[in-house]
T-cell receptor, first 114, second 115 residues
Framework: DTEVTQTPKHLVMGMTNKKSLKCEQHMGHRAMYWYKQKAKKPPELMFVYSYEKLSINESVPSRFSPECPNSSLLNLHLHALQPEDSALYLC?????????????FGPGTRLTVT | AQSVTQLDSHVSVSEGTPVLLRCNYSSSYSPSLFWYVQHPNKGLQLLLKYTSAATLVKGINGFEAEFKKSETSFHLTKPSAHMSDAAEYFCVVTPFYNQGGKLIFGQGTELSVKP
């Protein structure tokens, strides 16, 4: 099973709301990632977790707060977002962070901030 | 610094004709290279990867790519396009000196397939 699942598929939120995105994998992968993707652009890395610890934060604004409760789950907590944060948010996982390890992507959550 | 250049932002082919999506990379050392495909409003799916083994790499759905070190290229090909191949394709590199799982993406090539 090479599946990464993400919920919800779509999310519309106001600028004062708090919401969370959820990502799950059951491949035993020890690295998990959050990406943001704008239309017609490649994904941009936001966060990397390795063995449930945050290892990379690509200078993401604090209104995005990641969490890795266990090795299979990754959350992204959203608070006080701006309209420019509207995008497709992708989760990915890999066996490790070694350069030969391919990343498996979920279907994404389409986020609209109003 | 490592980088990836996808030479065409858009490629249009007719169904049943060959597909060629071009990718050049810049790296001081032998990189790992990947091709991903993204259908509209979907996540990215791995098509194939090169990690310093065979230079001709076969992937899913009839795609293959050839690593040419002398040309610093990793072009993606398919002998016969199908309508379902219409999607965005990303060439991706991970540098030899791994940066903790970071991927370097090309800007993408949109493939259109005409009936």
């Amino acid at each position: 099973d090479t599946e990464v699942t993400q919920t919800p598929k779509h999310l519309v939120m106001g600028m004062t709301n708090k919401k969370s995105l959820k990502c799950e994998q059951h491949m035993g992968h020890r690295a998990m990632y959050w990406y943001k993707q704008k239309a017609k652009k490649p994904p941009e890395l936001m966060f990397v977790y390795s063995y449930e610890k945050l290892s990379i934060n690509e200078s993401v604004p604090s209104r995005f707060s990641p969490e890795c409760p266990n090795s299979s789950l990754l959350n992204l907590h959203l608070h006080a977002l701006q309209p420019e944060d509207s995008a497709l948010y992708l989760c990915a996982s890999s066996q490790g962070r070694d350069r030969v390890n391919e990343q498996y992507f979920g279907p994404g959550t389409r986020l609209t901030v109003t | 610094a490592q980088s990836v250049t996808q030479l065409d932002s858009h490629v249009s082919v007719s169904e049943g004709t060959p597909v060629l999506l071009r990718c050049n990379y810049s790296s001081s050392y032998s990189p790992s290279l990947f091709w991903y495909v993204q259908h509209p409003n979907k996540g990215l799916q791995l098509l194939l990867k090169y990690t310093s083994a065979a230079t001709l790499v076969k992937g899913i759905n009839g795609f293959e790519a050839e690593f040419k070190k002398s040309e610093t290229s990793f072009h993606l090909t398919k002998p016969s396009a199908h309508m379902s191949d219409a999607a965005e394709y990303f060439c991706v590199v991970t540098p030899f000196y791994n940066q903790g799982g970071k991927l370097i993406f090309g800007q993408g090539t949109e493939l259109s397939v005409k009936p």
